[in-house]
């Protein structure tokens, strides 16, 4: 099975820096995903890592060691409007199937 | 091009009736996920098909779930009695065949009475 842990709750300043924290134990790995999902609405894609190390696009960063079962969201220059939750989810298990974890609520004050 | 969508994007019924639930995925999608969603938690899965075949369904509580994907293209997710506890958002996602990278629809919040 899968077991993904990660922080329930995060406060941040605006403009300031955020590291999110994701910790896994699976039975399979392919990979590891991180979704946004601001409240009412969908969760959408922000990236996905299959090898260890740091993929950037614009203000957020992802970064995952298999080795260490871990991974992170970095979330440069925070916005009013990443107040959200974010989900880790890890790809594996047999075919694509998508485990997420529980979330984590970020809040971007003033 | 459109997204993933579904109906009804609410529903109030109460406890012991019926509900279905539609979603039309991403055309050229083939694999097709229903998810629950509780408040405050992340996306449970509940059934997920490649193509018409239901190739993960282990988490659908089958004495009262039911889903069907008959062409391959549009699912209908069926509860049938409702109860309490299945108040949620039941959330219809796709992909394209070999990928992970999921495309969720609005979701459909139930509250059961």
């Known amino acids: 099975g899968q077991n993904i842990d990660q922080p329930t709750e995060m406060t941040a300043t605006e403009g300031a820096i955020v590291q999110i924290n994701c910790t896994y134990q699976?039975?399979?790995?392919?990979?590891l995903f991180w979704y946004q999902q601001h409240a009412g609405e969908a969760p959408t894609f922000l990236s996905y890592n299959v090898l260890d190390g740091l993929e950037e696009k614009g203000r957020f960063s992802s970064f995952l060691s298999r080795s260490k079962g871990y991974s992170y969201l970095l979330l440069k220059e925070l916005q009013m409007k990443d107040s959200a939750s974010y989900l880790c989810?890890?790809?594996?298990?047999?075919?694509?199937?998508?485990?997420f974890g529980t979330g984590t609520q970020l809040k971007v004050e003033l | 091009e459109a997204g993933v969508v579904q109906s009804p994007r609410y529903k109030i019924i109460e406890k012991k009736q019926p509900v279905a639930f539609w979603c039309n995925p991403i055309s050229g999608h083939n694999t097709l996920y229903w998810y629950l969603q509780n408040l405050g938690q992340g996306p449970e899965l509940l059934i997920r098909?490649?193509?018409?075949?239901?190739?993960?369904d282990s988490q659908l509580p089958k004495d009262r779930f039911s889903a069907e994907r008959l062409k391959g293209v549009d699912s209908t997710l069926k509860i049938q009695p409702a109860e309490l506890g299945d108040s949620a958002v039941y959330l219809c996602a796709s992909s394209p065949q070999g990928t992970g990278e999921l495309f969720f629809g609005e979701g459909s919040r139930l509250t059961v009475l």
């Open positions: 098909y490649e193509n018409e075949e239901a190739v993960d």
């Open positions: 699976t039975s399979g790995f392919n990979g």
């Open positions: 989810a890890v790809e594996g298990g047999g075919g694509n199937k998508l485990t």
